[in-house]
């Protein structure tokens, strides 16, 4: 996905026709707080993304990595950082795992 979560949740309920209400109804926000996050101006909450995954019939896995990835995408350019520091998070994960693993956690 290119466009921002926001978009692509806006894009997401104009295709199923459905009015801002509508969809803040199914997913127990605010008709109003839904139009910020479309726009961009709010932030969804992530506990939200199971809801949003049952309306549209999406798998939850994929949407948590859309929605993950763009907060990590605005953390690396509001920081100026370079792509570098992508190579670097995916050993730290990969390290993480491992260390998990050891301790007999599989959790992150």
């Known amino acids: 996905m290119k466009e921002t979560f926001g978009e692509f949740l806006k894009n ?6 459905m009015t801002l209400t509508q969809l803040g109804a199914k997913l127990g926000i605010d008709s109003g707080a839904l139009s910020k996050i ?9 506990k939200i993304l199971p809801k949003i995954a049952k309306v549209f019939k999406l798998n939850l896995d994929k949407l948590k990595d859309e929605f993950i990835s763009e907060q990590i995408a605005y953390k690396v350019y ?3 950082c370079t ?3 992508l190579k670097l998070a995916e050993e730290k994960i990969e390290y993480i795992k491992q260390r998990n693993y050891k301790q007999g956690s599989l959790d992150l």
């Open 12 to 17: 997401l309920r104009v295709e199923n026709e």
């Open 38 to 46: 479309e726009n961009n101006k709010r932030k969804l909450d992530e």
């Open 78 to 80: 509001e920081n100026n």
């Open 83 to 85: 792509n570098n520091v």
